[in-house]
């Protein structure tokens, strides 16, 4: 690693608040919209502008880091994680919210070295909420630390999870029949409408799990690195590692009730891209 990462976090930091910015001046107004799956599935010129503006502010900096951008690979480019330097980045996680101006969409970046996540910002300038984790610094929200809630029974816990952007019929069928089996055992659910700032919740301790089926690298990873260094777990649905480009995710506040959930979901396995 040819590069100092104080550095590189405190110049990404400043390319992540500048598109934000750009997001919430945004956030209330008409936006030009593009469909792209579905009719669910949408896609609008901030979040080409804000990822364009992310790949070129570190491009300037560090020319030989690479990416994976949820737009270039809507556009057709391979998702490929390799052991270089390499940002995983939504420039607008959340883009539904943002077509009807509901105040919770968020900027997520990440940079992996190694196939290991390093830095980790998830930023809703809407509403001022600026997630941030180093690997082995912690987690932070607006520069205070955070952590899990430490939750371990089901039936105390606070869900969160999100419908997605497919409408595929044995998605649906399982997505409906884990949110029917959980309501009966837990607390609560929540959907805020965002995979990462669902995440960001169990960071925070305002969420003790959160599971998806069907996200992407780019949903999960700045979560994924938030989640473990505030203190809480993160795997796959079914109990095994996570793997960042397997599109399920399961991160809760402790080991102990990441294993409870994991035996009451009813699994699915998305394809590459449904």
């Given at each position: 690693?040819?590069?100092?990462?104080?550095?590189?976090?405190?110049?990404?930091?400043?390319?992540?608040?500048?598109?934000?910015?750009?997001?919430?001046?945004?956030?209330?107004?008409?936006?030009?919209?593009?469909?792209?799956?579905?009719?669910?599935?949408?896609?609008?010129?901030?979040?080409?502008?804000?990822?364009?503006?992310?790949?070129?502010?570190?491009?300037?900096?560090?020319?030989?880091?690479?990416?994976?951008?949820?737009?270039?690979?809507?556009?057709?480019?391979?998702?490929?994680?390799?052991?270089?330097?390499?940002?995983?980045?939504?420039?607008?996680?959340?883009t539904m919210n943002f077509v009807h101006?509901?105040?919770?969409?968020?900027?997520?970046?990440?940079?992996?070295?190694?196939?290991?996540?390093?830095?980790?910002?998830?930023?809703?300038?809407?509403?001022?909420?600026?997630?941030t984790a180093r690997r082995g610094k912690?987690?932070?929200?607006?520069?205070?630390?955070?952590?899990?809630?430490?939750?371990?029974?089901?039936?105390?816990?606070?869900?969160?999870?999100?419908?997605?952007?497919?409408?595929?019929?044995?998605?649906?069928r399982v997505v409906l029949e884990n949110?029917?089996?959980?309501?009966?055992?837990?607390?609560?659910?929540?959907?805020?409408?965002?995979?990462?700032?669902?995440?960001?919740?169990?960071?925070?301790?305002?969420?003790?799990?959160?599971?998806?089926?069907?996200?992407?690298?780019?949903?999960?990873?700045?979560?994924?690195?938030?989640?473990?260094?505030?203190?809480?777990?993160?795997?796959?649905?079914?109990?095994?590692?996570?793997?960042?480009?397997?599109?399920?995710?399961?991160?809760?506040?402790?080991?102990?009730?990441?294993?409870?959930?994991?035996?009451?979901?009813?699994?699915?396995?998305?394809?590459?891209?449904?």
């Open positions: 690693m040819d590069f100092n990462m104080d550095e590189c976090y405190e110049h990404v930091l400043a390319l992540v608040e500048t598109a934000g910015s750009l997001i919430a001046s945004r956030n209330s107004q008409r936006k030009r919209v593009v469909e792209k799956s579905s009719n669910i599935d949408l896609l609008t010129e901030t979040d080409q502008q804000v990822e364009r503006m992310l790949m070129d502010g570190i491009t300037a900096k560090y020319p030989d880091h690479k990416y994976i951008g949820e737009e270039e690979t809507s556009e057709g480019k391979k998702a490929e994680l390799t052991d270089a330097p390499t940002w995983i980045i939504d420039p607008v996680d959340g101006s509901f105040p919770h969409s968020c900027i997520s970046i990440a940079l992996l070295v190694g196939k290991q996540a390093e830095i980790a910002i998830i930023y809703n300038p809407i509403v001022g909420q600026k997630f912690g987690a932070f929200l607006n520069g205070n630390p955070i952590h899990v809630s430490g939750e371990t029974n089901l039936e105390h816990a606070l869900a969160t999870t999100e419908f997605g952007t497919s409408r595929e019929e044995e998605k649906t949110i029917g089996k959980l309501v009966r055992q837990i607390h609560g659910m929540r959907s805020l409408g965002s995979a990462a700032l669902n995440m960001a919740m169990v960071a925070l301790g305002g969420a003790d799990f959160n599971y998806e089926f069907g996200i992407h690298a780019w949903d999960i990873a700045a979560g994924d690195l938030l989640v473990r260094e505030a203190g809480g777990v993160c795997l796959d649905p079914a109990g095994g590692p996570l793997d960042l480009m397997s599109r399920r995710v399961l991160c809760a506040s402790t080991q102990e009730l990441a294993d409870k959930v994991a035996l009451a979901l009813t699994q699915y396995y998305p394809e590459p891209r449904d």
